[in-house]
């Protein structure tokens, strides 16, 4: 009997197997070779991982103990204030020792019941000049000790495809580290952390800088989260850090981009010892403040330099800002009502209910000496008490009608067409007060975490069905903020209790007096 033969042969993943010589042993052969250039071909592809290059240097290769320290940092700021939900984020990047403390300050205004669909990360070149922007798209995960976070390919692509200033360039990405030490911050704060979009921007020219301001300003809305990436003042002494890190800082929190660019120059003139730079991440801060408008604000969170960690007495330091960009709330943007304004609004809302009692059109406004205030276009509702007992409450949301046209119009509707109270009577009115609640335009939430009890009204739609709740209702409740919802959804918008969480959500504020 003849001894059969083996043949190996090694298949495209590395493993050996075993076939009979001969035709069978011939077509395994073929098969395995086809295998072997569809994977060449690219038919096969097999997700390309940026390896952790800074673990054990900028923080802790080893996962517990980077876990352990990340959340240590992020437990000082536990108490931090800050509610809304950021659109970015400015960071430093150095080892976590020296400016971990101060990244945890910016990490803790992220809330992880309110996810992000991207991150985009923007982070200046230590190592290679580009005279542009490195987007990185050759691979399809970044690592760290805690585990791998996906890149979003597709927005990468569609970067690189809108404006020649987006490119990619290998050695940009291989040794940063800017970018890569706020991943496990993210993993820590965000637990599940969203795709990211890691560029690397170096060029000092303001109109590239502008191009790629235009390409991302799309992406910088409420979907999305906005991470800069920089230190500040590099190697002057400690107080010499402190003076010129509050002048850079303060520039940032302006929000102008002109302002910051006059002062990282004026800082330049100082002549401070050992200054070698105001800001490391100088260009991806004016790409951050490029696509800043009037509705957003930037806010300081905490200042140190490393000299706070070896010693004041250090010669040589480096700063570290944090801050959060937020949208404004309405009553911030400096629509202020003032005394006077609230006088003759309620004067005006007591006018009209007399005319309607004399059978009058209501009085024409000319007769009021009106300022920019008061016509300016935005809800109110009208709310009339009789010796403490609600007798009417009517308003309207839509920015379609001045101010004191709508006060004039609710106060009649609230008097004479509530349906839940009989017309009001000229007797009654000497016995009935005035509450009027100047609204703030409305602001969709998507979850219960963006909804403050007793600052928010609530305004509940779907379909054509819809209800709300003044902001001071909660005041007059026991509720916890579920049953506000709840009791709003069911009693107000007709949904039942829990209709409100696949219905749309709204927030505003109110002047009330």
């Not at 992020?74 to 400015?90: F, G, W």
């Not at 800002?321 to 005394?339: C, D, N, R, S």
């Not at 000319?366 to 009339?384: I, N």
């Not at 009693?491 to 219905?503: C, I, P, Q, S, V």
């Amino acid at each position: 009997m003849r001894k059969q033969q083996i043949l190996s042969c090694l298949t495209s993943d590395g493993l050996a197997c075993r076939c009979l010589p001969g035709r069978k042993a011939i077509a395994m052969l073929l098969l395995i070779t086809t295998m072997i250039m569809n994977s060449c071909n690219g038919q096969t592809h097999q997700p390309t991982v940026r390896p952790a290059s800074q673990a054990g240097r900028f923080y802790e290769a080893d996962p517990q103990v980077l876990s352990h320290g990340v959340d240590s940092f992020l437990a000082l700021h536990a108490n931090d204030s800050v509610k809304e939900r950021p659109a970015a984020i400015i960071v430093p990047h150095a080892g976590y020792y020296y400016s971990g403390n101060v990244a945890a300050a910016a990490y803790m205004a992220l809330n992880p019941k309110q996810p992000y669909k991207r991150i985009f990360l923007l982070g200046p070149s230590h190592h290679e000049w580009l005279d542009g922007a490195s987007v990185d798209s050759e691979v399809d995960y970044y690592e760290t000790p805690l585990g791998e976070i996906k890149v979003d390919t597709e927005t990468v692509k569609r970067l690189i495809e809108a404006d020649s200033v987006f490119f990619y360039q290998p050695k940009a990405h291989d040794r940063e580290h800017c970018l890569e030490v706020q991943l496990p911050f993210l993993q820590r704060r965000l637990g599940e952390v969203p795709p990211i979009v890691p560029i690397i921007i170096s060029t000092n020219d303001y109109e590239k800088l502008e191009r790629m301001a235009k390409v991302l300003k799309p992406y910088f809305n409420p979907d999305n989260l906005f991470v800069i990436s920089s230190d500040f003042s590099h190697y002057p002494a400690y107080k010499d850090a402190c003076k010129v890190d509050a002048r850079t800082g303060e520039a940032v929190a302006s929000g102008d981009v002109n302002r910051f660019l006059d002062v990282i120059e004026e800082n330049d003139s100082l002549g401070i010892r050992n200054l070698a730079t105001s800001a490391c991440g100088e260009f991806p801060i004016i790409t951050l403040l490029l696509m800043l408008d009037k509705s957003y604000e930037v806010r300081h969170l905490m200042y140190q330099n490393s000299g706070d960690i070896i010693g004041d007495d250090a010669d040589r330091v480096v700063g570290y800002h944090a801050f959060a960009v937020f949208q404004k709330q309405e009553a911030e943007k400096g629509f202020v009502l003032t005394e006077s304004d609230k006088h003759l609004l309620k004067e005006i809302a007591l006018q009209s209910i007399k005319d309607s009692l004399d059978e009058k059109s209501i009085s024409n406004a000319t007769r009021y000496k009106l300022d920019a205030t008061l016509q300016q276009k935005c809800g109110a509702f009208v709310s009339l008490h009789k010796n403490g007992q609600l007798r009417g409450c009517i308003g309207h949301f839509g920015e379609d009608y001045p101010l004191h046209e709508i006060v004039a119009v609710m106060a009649r509707s609230a008097a004479f067409e509530d349906p839940r109270f009989m017309p009001l009577r000229r007797e009654e009115l000497v016995d009935t007060d005035i509450e009027i609640s100047v609204l703030t335009p409305m602001r969709r939430i998507q979850s219960l975490d963006e909804f403050q009890l007793h600052r928010h009204g609530i305004y509940i739609r779907k379909g054509h069905r819809s209800g709300t709740f003044l902001p001071q209702v909660a005041d007059q409740v026991n509720w916890t903020k579920e049953e506000f919802v709840g009791h709003c959804s069911r009693d107000k918008a007709g949904l039942g209790w829990d209709g409100w969480r696949n219905a749309e959500l709204y927030v505003y504020e109110a002047i009330v007096f």
